[in-house]
């Protein structure tokens, strides 16, 4: 989302969206594994303790998938599971945390982020990163190319 935040701060529904997004991240957080859970039972998976081998089940499952057949809702079932899957993937490989993005000059803007490693490390927008995995033809659709590419980043 990019702002029209200038140098007086930002706009009134930017302050709307921050405030609606700040009183939603705890549900988000509570989200993130029973939605992980989701995903990998329609992987067919029972474990889902290891997310490296939730990663491998959504990479098979992407590789083939015709993603054209799927309705705008089980796009966003989808979206939404694997931006979770994305997230909390990082930081176990990595270690950090996810948040709410406030600094009007970032490119993340009001967005649900994770600062990769904690502390100053590098921040990634696991929705972005499971877009763009979305969108690429089916056969070269990789979460877990996109995750290594996010931790060269890092």
């Not at 996810?98 to 009007?104: A, I, Q, S, V």
């Not at 994770?114 to 056969?139: F, K, M, Q, S, T």
Request: proline content about 6%; aromatic content about 6%.
């Amino acid at each position: 989302m990019s702002s029209t935040t200038d140098m007086h701060g930002p706009t009134d529904d930017e302050r709307a969206i921050l405030e609606r997004r700040r009183a939603e991240f705890p549900r988000l957080v509570a989200q993130l594994r029973p939605g992980i859970a989701d995903l990998a039972g329609f992987l067919s998976m029972a474990n889902v303790d290891d997310l490296e081998q939730v990663v491998d089940a959504a990479d098979a499952f992407l590789a083939g998938a015709d993603l054209g057949e799927a309705d705008e809702d089980q796009r966003i079932w989808l979206l939404t599971r694997l931006m979770y899957l994305a997230g909390e993937a990082l930081i176990d490989r990595h270690g950090g945390h996810w948040f709410l993005e406030t600094d009007p000059g970032s490119p993340q803007y009001l967005r649900y982020v994770v600062r990769v490693g904690g502390g100053d490390g590098p921040i990634v927008d696991p929705a972005e990163l499971a877009n763009r995995v979305l969108i690429e033809p089916p056969g070269s659709r990789s979460l877990r190319r996109a995750l290594d590419e996010a931790a060269k980043a890092t």
